[in-house]
């Protein structure tokens, strides 16, 4: 490593993409999450993983307000997107989730076209001007998730008629779409095979020239293969943060060691 | 390896681990070349620069096993991957006892530097160095080109060094005999031929290694052994 | 008590041997599925049952004898003054067109050369409906150009002669019956075997209004099918949109709470309120409060909204639901509204839902006679009503309950128009129900 891409790490690491100070999460009387600190750098991946129930997906939907939708849901402390108060009570969660792209667990393409798909977002928030601007987002949206060379001659066909894999990109291409700056994705591939899977973790490392990506996942593995960062979950409290390759061959806490190696579920 | 990962970055990590084997060979190889000029020109300050650049090999044996250890934690890899990384580790570790020999080398011939030379023993020990440096340089193609033959003919070659080696025992003891005022450097020169001798030894298991890579299996234990004097009744075991 | 298996222990014996507990197993299954087969049957039986005695009875309905009298429009009986004035000769009422059609039946049977005995010209006249003077009337005074001229006229036959020959009237009923005469059969026969009367396909039934009780053969669905059809667009243009923001504002947008909670278990509640309670309801807001009129297909179709909002309400809620929450989140996750959320993905995965719902409430809407009666749909009522939109606010019955009044009625002939509206309603729920099912079927997607 040499002296630029230090500096250029170092500083960084000093300005953080999102910074969560405090953040406790309730639903009703449950306290899923327990005053959980932590930094998450731009282009990087950054993975939660923890036991089922860790609030690792809770914390996930907090930093783009998804927590909102849920009656019940209360959130303390604060959530800063480039230094500004995301739960500021002048921040519009609509605006913010422009801003914070998510992708779900389950591939959830609108059943519309391939192309109703990637362009509704940008349709919604009026990033086009004219017809032509708005294919020219969407092809490029649709190369960023490695899925135009596989649609480009079928964009009016249905979206749900893609396989698992393609239709989760199809969904991260939606996300991509609306140029956010963060994308957050609950257990991407947890419904894919392993050769989608692996495409998407490829796609993944990818995107990560571009935006910060925080990723929920169960699979261990997938957060080695992916992530630079990882965040172990443990009953809603945030147990361990810091460099993948460390975690995976060193962790500090004695529940994170307990977990990654198979000894606690 | 003609497919590639899906997951590019797999690939790198492969690579990187790889480069980093490659580089270590090529340190080794002139850790051995330089040791063995050093001691044939009685260039103390070469012996110096030999022993000084043996921390570098190690730093990076260290280097090596970490990122091997990384890449198992982190991409958990399987069947030929697998094979990879566990040859890289085994690898690296048998070219650090090479540079350990080369080491060792310079160190004596800082010792025989003072002494009596010894008549066209120099010129041997350099021969058997130039031998096992070309195995050294040899089994290295074979690893990068995952070539088995190459590695198989690498593997038989040290039955030369082994019979070289030999050939220099008795050479020693000759000498000794001759005059007990030589057995002090005859020593040290037998050590460094030992050393040699040992490793073209690791350098075989090298070989060994590539072929496990390419085949999966290990080679059967058939290599002839051209050491007999641990078998030599009238010399006794030496190791 | 000593061979228990103990948990871990292998299981011992052969699997090509059955043992009593699973035999024992096996046949209560067969037992149950006989009996799920003996229901299934029982059902399919009272269906066949009730649809091939509906049939039975109604589908003649369908068919009218219908006789064609050639008949002389004698100038000073019409139009005595000579004049061809309308005014004057609409002063002749129908009394005056009776005599005419006797005397063509008389002429009919003089060109076929029927003699019976004992039938005046008067009894010959007889077995022509009481409608048809009526029906030449109407005729005369708007063709007076033809007087003096013999025309060929085809009236219905009278509901009695319809009747023999739908074998309901036979020669010793009408022994004992004064509306009809055994020779007046005769004659009907012999008119038959001359070509004069015949037996065909009935179309005033379905667009004719309703007749008088001496009248079945002329009596006809077109005013109930009118009103029940005005009736569903009211209900239609009411229940819609106010079913859908309803369910669409309590299942997306309505806080979770105590009021919401007492809201939904009322709207459940009234889906099972009995429906003569919105009649009296209808009754009292809307004709004595708000003075709207009686009979008219507006009150009727208020009073039906009301009926069917929850039967509306119900299923949308429960289309919206199935809309599967990944899509809510997808939307939401791009940064749509909460109200783009539902416009753009929700409602166009759930309107087949909604829309099968609210077919099949306007169904149970378009079948439902006790509301109605109470707010006087009952009446019988001879004129059509205008087109729409005036003619929401005209007297008007509704098809069940032109079948309840036709069942109350003495004529035997009213049985098979009753039986005949109700193959006409059924046939109407049918194509409801139908489109129901393709609508379901075309736009269903899958996700």
Request: net charge negative; glycine share 8%; with cysteine.
């Given at each position: 490593m040499n002296d630029l891409a230090l500096a250029a790490k170092t500083e960084a690491a000093l300005k953080p993409k999102i910074s969560a100070k405090g953040v406790d999460v309730?639903?009703?009387?449950?306290?899923?999450?327990?005053?959980?600190?932590?930094?998450?750098?731009?282009?990087?991946?950054?993975?939660?993983i923890g036991p089922s129930g860790c609030g690792k997906s809770t914390f996930l939907r907090c930093l783009n307000r998804m927590n909102d939708t849920i009656d019940i849901a209360r959130i303390e402390g604060?959530?800063?997107?480039?230094?500004?108060?995301i739960y500021d009570p002048k921040v519009d969660p609509v605006q913010l989730r422009a801003k914070v792209g998510m992708v779900f667990q389950k591939p959830n393409p609108f059943p519309k076209s391939i192309f109703d798909n990637v362009s509704y977002g940008p349709r919604i928030h009026g990033m086009a001007r004219n017809k032509a601007e708005l294919e020219e987002i969407v092809e490029s949206a649709l190369r960023r998730a490695a899925l135009w060379d596989e649609v480009k001659d079928r964009l009016l066909a249905p979206g749900t008629g893609l396989s698992g894999g393609q239709q989760q990109r199809l969904c991260i291409a939606r996300a991509v779409a609306t140029a956010p700056e963060v994308?957050?994705?609950?257990?991407?591939?947890?419904?894919?095979?392993?050769?989608?899977?692996?495409?998407?973790?490829?796609?993944?490392?990818e995107l990560r020239q571009n935006y910060s990506l925080v990723i929920v996942t169960h699979s261990m593995q997938q957060a080695a293969r992916v992530s630079q960062k990882t965040a172990f979950f443990h009953l809603g409290n945030l147990v361990e943060y810091g460099e993948t390759g460390h975690i995976f061959t060193n962790p500090e806490d004695s529940r994170t060691e307990a977990y990654i190696t198979g000894r606690i579920g | 390896m003609n497919e590639h990962?899906?997951?590019?970055?797999?690939?790198r990590d492969l690579e990187d681990i790889q480069a980093m084997i490659m580089k270590m060979g090529g340190m080794v190889e002139a850790a051995i070349h330089d040791a063995t000029r050093s001691l044939v020109k009685r260039d103390e300050e070469l012996a110096a620069q030999v022993r000084a650049a043996d921390s570098q090999i190690d730093a990076l044996e260290e280097e090596i096993n970490e990122a091997a250890a990384r890449l198992i934690a982190l991409r958990a890899p399987a069947a030929?991957?697998?094979?990879?990384?566990?040859t890289v580790i085994k690898v690296s570790s048998n070219l650090e006892r090479c540079g350990d020999y080369a080491k060792?080398?310079?160190k004596r011939t800082s010792v025989l530097v003072q002494m009596n030379t010894i008549e066209g023993a120099a010129k041997s020990i350099r021969r058997m160095a130039r031998e096992v440096a070309g195995m050294l340089k040899d089994v290295l193609d074979a690893y990068v080109q995952r070539d088995v033959e190459l590695a198989e003919d690498v593997r038989m070659r040290d039955h030369e060094v082994d019979q070289m080696y030999n050939a220099l025992f008795r050479e020693f003891l000759t000498h000794m005999m001759e005059d007990p005022r030589n057995i002090t450097s005859c020593m040290h020169l037998h050590f460094i031929a030992k050393n040699i001798e040992r490793t073209g030894d690791h350098i075989t298991s090298i070989a060994e290694q590539v072929i496990y890579l390419v085949t999966g299996e290990y080679p059967e234990e058939s290599r002839p052994k051209g050491d007999r004097t641990s078998f030599d009744p009238k010399v006794g075991g030496s190791e | 008590m000593t061979d228990i298996a103990m948990p871990g222990a292998p299981?011992?014996?052969?699997?090509?041997v059955r043992d009593a507990r699973t035999a024992r197993r096996n046949a209560a299954e067969a037992r149950f599925r006989t009996y799920g087969l003996i229901a299934v049957l029982l059902g399919l039986l009272a269906l066949v049952v009730l649809v091939v005695s509906i049939i039975g009875n109604g589908a003649s309905a369908f068919r009218q004898s219908y006789v064609t009298v050639p008949v002389t429009l004698l100038e000073e009986k019409l139009d005595k003054s000579g004049t061809r004035d309308p005014a004057v000769m609409a002063k002749v009422s129908t009394f005056g067109y009776a005599p005419l059609i006797a005397a063509g039946v008389q002429d009919a049977m003089d060109a076929a050369g029927i003699e019976i005995e004992g039938l005046s010209t008067k009894g010959a006249g007889g077995i022509v409906s009481k409608d048809a003077p009526a029906q030449l009337r109407d005729f005369v005074l708007s063709n007076p150009g033809l007087l003096g001229q013999t025309v060929d006229f085809t009236f219905l036959a009278s509901g009695r002669i319809d009747g023999y020959f739908k074998g309901r009237v036979t020669a010793q009923t009408a022994a004992l019956d004064k509306n009809v005469s055994p020779e007046q059969l005769l004659l009907a026969d012999a008119l038959k075997e001359a070509g004069a009367l015949e037996t065909r396909f009935n179309w005033s039934f379905i667009t004719a209004p309703d007749a008088s009780d001496q009248r079945p053969e002329a009596a006809g669905l077109g005013v109930a099918i009118l009103g029940s059809f005005y009736m569903m667009l009211v209900v239609l243009a009411l229940a819609l949109p106010i079913g859908v923001a309803a369910s669409i504002y309590l299942e997306e947008f309505a806080p979770k709470n105590r009021i919401t909670d007492v809201i939904e278990v009322n709207i459940s509640n009234l889906a099972a309120v009995p429906s003569i309670v919105f009649g009296i309801l209808g009754l009292a807001i809307f004709i004595n409060f708000a003075g709207l009129p009686q009979s008219a297909p507006i009150v009727g179709g208020l009073v039906l909204t009301l009926m069917t909002l929850p039967r509306i309400i119900i299923p949308s809620r429960a289309a919206l639901q199935a809309v599967p929450p990944s899509i809510r989140e997808a939307a939401l996750g791009v940064g749509a509204s909460k109200m783009q959320t539902v416009f753009h993905h929700v409602l166009p995965l759930a309107a087949p839902g909604i829309l099968t719902g609210l077919i099949i409430g306007l169904g149970q809407a378009l079948g439902e006679t006790a509301p109605l009666l109470l707010i006087g749909m009952v009446a019988f009522v001879r004129e059509y009503p205008s087109p729409p939109i005036d003619g929401i606010f005209d007297p008007a019955t509704a098809l069940p309950v032109q079948i309840f009044n036709w069942t109350q009625?003495?004529?035997?002939?009213?049985?098979?128009?009753?039986s005949g509206a109700i193959i006409v309603l059924l046939i109407f729920l049918l194509i409801m129900n139908l489109t129901a099912i393709l609508l379901r079927r075309r736009f269903e997607r899958r996700w």
């Amino acid at each position: 490593m040499n002296d630029l891409a230090l500096a250029a790490k170092t500083e960084a690491a000093l300005k953080p993409k999102i910074s969560a100070k405090g953040v406790d999460v309730y639903y009703a009387d449950n306290h899923a999450i327990k005053n959980v600190d932590v930094n998450i750098l731009d282009k990087t991946v950054t993975a939660f993983i923890g036991p089922s129930g860790c609030g690792k997906s809770t914390f996930l939907r907090c930093l783009n307000r998804m927590n909102d939708t849920i009656d019940i849901a209360r959130i303390e402390g604060e959530i800063l997107l480039d230094g500004e108060d995301i739960y500021d009570p002048k921040v519009d969660p609509v605006q913010l989730r422009a801003k914070v792209g998510m992708v779900f667990q389950k591939p959830n393409p609108f059943p519309k076209s391939i192309f109703d798909n990637v362009s509704y977002g940008p349709r919604i928030h009026g990033m086009a001007r004219n017809k032509a601007e708005l294919e020219e987002i969407v092809e490029s949206a649709l190369r960023r998730a490695a899925l135009w060379d596989e649609v480009k001659d079928r964009l009016l066909a249905p979206g749900t008629g893609l396989s698992g894999g393609q239709q989760q990109r199809l969904c991260i291409a939606r996300a991509v779409a609306t140029a956010p700056e963060v994308l957050l994705m609950d257990e991407p591939c947890s419904a894919l095979d392993p050769i989608a899977t692996a495409q998407i973790e490829e796609l993944i490392d990818e995107l990560r020239q571009n935006y910060s990506l925080v990723i929920v996942t169960h699979s261990m593995q997938q957060a080695a293969r992916v992530s630079q960062k990882t965040a172990f979950f443990h009953l809603g409290n945030l147990v361990e943060y810091g460099e993948t390759g460390h975690i995976f061959t060193n962790p500090e806490d004695s529940r994170t060691e307990a977990y990654i190696t198979g000894r606690i579920g | 390896m003609n497919e590639h990962h899906i997951q590019s970055a797999f690939d790198r990590d492969l690579e990187d681990i790889q480069a980093m084997i490659m580089k270590m060979g090529g340190m080794v190889e002139a850790a051995i070349h330089d040791a063995t000029r050093s001691l044939v020109k009685r260039d103390e300050e070469l012996a110096a620069q030999v022993r000084a650049a043996d921390s570098q090999i190690d730093a990076l044996e260290e280097e090596i096993n970490e990122a091997a250890a990384r890449l198992i934690a982190l991409r958990a890899p399987a069947a030929s991957d697998l094979r990879t990384v566990l040859t890289v580790i085994k690898v690296s570790s048998n070219l650090e006892r090479c540079g350990d020999y080369a080491k060792n080398l310079a160190k004596r011939t800082s010792v025989l530097v003072q002494m009596n030379t010894i008549e066209g023993a120099a010129k041997s020990i350099r021969r058997m160095a130039r031998e096992v440096a070309g195995m050294l340089k040899d089994v290295l193609d074979a690893y990068v080109q995952r070539d088995v033959e190459l590695a198989e003919d690498v593997r038989m070659r040290d039955h030369e060094v082994d019979q070289m080696y030999n050939a220099l025992f008795r050479e020693f003891l000759t000498h000794m005999m001759e005059d007990p005022r030589n057995i002090t450097s005859c020593m040290h020169l037998h050590f460094i031929a030992k050393n040699i001798e040992r490793t073209g030894d690791h350098i075989t298991s090298i070989a060994e290694q590539v072929i496990y890579l390419v085949t999966g299996e290990y080679p059967e234990e058939s290599r002839p052994k051209g050491d007999r004097t641990s078998f030599d009744p009238k010399v006794g075991g030496s190791e | 008590m000593t061979d228990i298996a103990m948990p871990g222990a292998p299981r011992k014996g052969s699997l090509l041997v059955r043992d009593a507990r699973t035999a024992r197993r096996n046949a209560a299954e067969a037992r149950f599925r006989t009996y799920g087969l003996i229901a299934v049957l029982l059902g399919l039986l009272a269906l066949v049952v009730l649809v091939v005695s509906i049939i039975g009875n109604g589908a003649s309905a369908f068919r009218q004898s219908y006789v064609t009298v050639p008949v002389t429009l004698l100038e000073e009986k019409l139009d005595k003054s000579g004049t061809r004035d309308p005014a004057v000769m609409a002063k002749v009422s129908t009394f005056g067109y009776a005599p005419l059609i006797a005397a063509g039946v008389q002429d009919a049977m003089d060109a076929a050369g029927i003699e019976i005995e004992g039938l005046s010209t008067k009894g010959a006249g007889g077995i022509v409906s009481k409608d048809a003077p009526a029906q030449l009337r109407d005729f005369v005074l708007s063709n007076p150009g033809l007087l003096g001229q013999t025309v060929d006229f085809t009236f219905l036959a009278s509901g009695r002669i319809d009747g023999y020959f739908k074998g309901r009237v036979t020669a010793q009923t009408a022994a004992l019956d004064k509306n009809v005469s055994p020779e007046q059969l005769l004659l009907a026969d012999a008119l038959k075997e001359a070509g004069a009367l015949e037996t065909r396909f009935n179309w005033s039934f379905i667009t004719a209004p309703d007749a008088s009780d001496q009248r079945p053969e002329a009596a006809g669905l077109g005013v109930a099918i009118l009103g029940s059809f005005y009736m569903m667009l009211v209900v239609l243009a009411l229940a819609l949109p106010i079913g859908v923001a309803a369910s669409i504002y309590l299942e997306e947008f309505a806080p979770k709470n105590r009021i919401t909670d007492v809201i939904e278990v009322n709207i459940s509640n009234l889906a099972a309120v009995p429906s003569i309670v919105f009649g009296i309801l209808g009754l009292a807001i809307f004709i004595n409060f708000a003075g709207l009129p009686q009979s008219a297909p507006i009150v009727g179709g208020l009073v039906l909204t009301l009926m069917t909002l929850p039967r509306i309400i119900i299923p949308s809620r429960a289309a919206l639901q199935a809309v599967p929450p990944s899509i809510r989140e997808a939307a939401l996750g791009v940064g749509a509204s909460k109200m783009q959320t539902v416009f753009h993905h929700v409602l166009p995965l759930a309107a087949p839902g909604i829309l099968t719902g609210l077919i099949i409430g306007l169904g149970q809407a378009l079948g439902e006679t006790a509301p109605l009666l109470l707010i006087g749909m009952v009446a019988f009522v001879r004129e059509y009503p205008s087109p729409p939109i005036d003619g929401i606010f005209d007297p008007a019955t509704a098809l069940p309950v032109q079948i309840f009044n036709w069942t109350q009625r003495s004529d035997p002939a009213f049985v098979e128009r009753a039986s005949g509206a109700i193959i006409v309603l059924l046939i109407f729920l049918l194509i409801m129900n139908l489109t129901a099912i393709l609508l379901r079927r075309r736009f269903e997607r899958r996700w």
